[in-house]
C-alpha cells in the first residue's frame, strides 16, 4: 500500500465524500471501492469505482422544507431520500450548500491529496449528481452559481483542515480491500478529526 497507488486514489475520493457526510450528520452505511484492475487507458472500466453510501440527516424546516428517508419497504438500500427545499430559506440552502459539499469533496480530496494522480475527468460522476439534484430543484442561475461556489469553498477548506482523518480512512478502506461498514468508517473518522464542523 502505497499513497502513489491508484486503489489509495479511489480509497481517498471516497474517504473525502464519506468525511463530509459525517459531518454534516449523515448516517455512513458502507464505503467501497473496486481493487480490481480499470483496464488500460485506452480502454478502462466504465462505471463508478467506488461508493459511499450513506443516510440523510432528516430534517423539517420552519418553511416547510425537509429530509425524509424512505421507509425499508420503499427503499431496501436505506438510501432514498425525499426533499422539499425552499430557495429563499437560509437552513434549506444551508442544507444544500453542505450536501454539495459531500459531492465535492471526493474530487478535492485527490487534488490536495493525491495531487500527483489526481484527473479532474474522475469527477464526472459528482458532476452528474450535482446536475441531477438541480434538475429537481431549477433554483435561478445566479443563485445556483452562489450554493455551488460556497459548497466547493467548504469542500476544500474541509479537505484541508481534516485530511488526516481523510488519509486515515483511505490508508484502512485500501487495507481493507476496498471494503468498510459505516460504523467502521465513522469511527475511523472520529478518532482522527481536528474539528466536529463543516468548512
Partial sequence: MTESSKVY????????HALLRFLRGDTL???????????????????????????????????????RNHAPEVDPTGTGSAISLNPNCKECTESIVTHLASIYAGARATKVLVPALHDKRDAQFDDA???????KFPFHPTLK????????????????????????????????????TGDEAGEIIRSNLVSTTLG
Wanted: charged share 30%; net charge positive.
Fill in 9 to 16: 486514489y479511489e480509497c481517498c475520493h471516497e474517504a473525502g
Fill in 129 to 135: 449528481a450535482v446536475k441531477d439534484l438541480f434538475q
Fill in 145 to 180: 452559481r452562489q450554493l455551488v461556489n460556497r459548497a466547493k469553498a467548504m469542500a476544500i477548506d474541509t479537505v484541508i483542515r481534516e485530511q488526516k482523518a481523510i488519509r486515515e480512512l483511505a490508508r484502512r478502506l485500501e487495507a481493507s480491500g476496498g471494503r468498510l
Fill in 29 to 67: 452505511l458502507s464505503i467501497r471501492v473496486d481493487i480490481h484492475s480499470d483496464g488500460d487507458a485506452a480502454h478502462p472500466r466504465p462505471g463508478p469505482r467506488g461508493s459511499s453510501d450513506s443516510r440523510a440527516k432528516e430534517r423539517e424546516c420552519s418553511c416547510g422544507g425537509y429530509v
